[in-house]
């Protein structure tokens, strides 16, 4: 299985490998197709559920890091709702298993939370816009009328030191959707920052990374008044 998706990826791979060249090394994607027990999450196991279960197209697909993946989706919204978070993900990992985990579902719309593992591990802002406009390219190319909503990168305690990139990374995205009728930025970064101009604590897990109860409550709130105003 995974000899055959090497192959299947060859030339998507060589493609994210040739924006690299600056001295900005990507990880090895294939880091998130190992059978685990425990909490994470690997692609094998998206497949192997995939092929025990039907989808219906035209849900809403939230795909990203682990952000994604601790979020109760299937509580807070109605309907055909499919997570496909996976932990430590960087945006050029959801590129290179796009058919995997993406596009087999032809969502009528995507909701991705990606960044902040990458801004983290060093990659620049301008990097992460080019890895969001491939990825807006392929859900153009292979999903009919879908629209994309990007979910900024968050504030985090643990991670504050990140804030200035992550910021301008987010400020890049926010643009690109300004310039584009299916892509829409919900700003689900600014409730989190406190008076003090640091983030909310109390939005926290003990690891000052993670979203605890109250951190969903307020991406969920900001996502269904999205939702809403689609309606309208």
Known sequence: MVKALVVMRSVALFFLCCSFVLSQSDPDPQRHFHSKTGKELFIEQFIEWDNKNTFAKNGLLFV??????????????????????????HLSDIIFYFDEIVSKYQPRMIFIYAGDNDIADKKSPMMLLDDFKIFADLVNK????????????????????????????NSFIRDYAKNNEKVFYIDTATPMIGKNGKPKSDLFVNDSLHLNSNGYDLWSSEVNSFLDSLTR
């Open 64 to 89: 990203g890091s682990s952000s994604i993946r601790l979020w109760p989706t299937n509580k807070y919204f109605s309907g055909n709702i499919i997570n496909r978070g996976f932990g430590g993900s």
């Open 142 to 169: 292979k999903i009919d009328e879908c629209l994309i909503v990007f979910i900024p990168i968050k504030p985090s305690p643990s991670r504050w030191g990140f804030w200035e990139k992550m910021k301008k990374a």
